[in-house]
């Protein structure tokens, strides 16, 4: 139990969890590089590679909540965590939520998939019409 609470576990967590965050937001540019105007991605983009960007995501939130854990066993009060880690429980609630938009704007690119099939039909439909 001594060695959660040490000093040097807790920066080795933190890094940690920062290391991923940098990864993360490298993988995010390189992803979405056409969101963010940039004419190509900075490398090669496979199914690998979003996959293993997913896991990463998922890490940087399972250390976010072992560090709120810790932070919790050393207070051990809940108003006083609350009223001293607030921040860092909005984010950590928020993230998942923040990672559901990724699907969101899939099921978006879908949808407007479907409404030009749509009007393509109706177009189709009445030349059969006018014939």
């Known amino acids: 139990?001594?060695?959660?609470?040490s000093s040097s576990f807790k920066k080795g967590l933190s890094y940690t969890t920062f290391?991923?965050?940098?990864?993360y937001v490298f993988g995010l540019i390189?992803?979405?590089?056409?969101?963010l105007g940039i004419s190509e991605p900075l490398f090669e983009i496979t199914k690998e590679f979003v996959v293993l960007f997913d896991l990463v995501f998922w890490i940087i939130v399972s250390l976010l909540t072992v560090e709120l854990f810790i932070a919790y066993l050393k207070v051990?009060?809940?108003?006083?965590?609350?009223?001293?880690y607030w921040?860092?429980?909005?984010?950590?609630?928020?993230?998942?939520v923040f990672a559901g938009f990724k699907?969101?704007?899939?099921?978006?690119?879908?949808?407007?998939q479907i409404k030009v099939g749509k009007s393509v039909f109706k177009i189709i439909q009445?030349?059969?019409?006018?014939?």
């Open 87 to 96: 921040l860092e429980i909005i984010l950590l609630v928020f993230m998942p």
């Open 103 to 112: 699907i969101l704007k899939l099921s978006l690119k879908i949808l407007k």
């Open 126 to 131: 009445k030349l059969k019409k006018s014939k």
């Open 19 to 23: 290391a991923l965050m940098v990864v």
């Open 1 to 5: 139990m001594k060695l959660i609470f």
């Open 76 to 84: 051990r009060d809940a108003k006083t965590f609350v009223k001293k």
């Open 30 to 35: 390189n992803i979405e590089y056409s969101s």
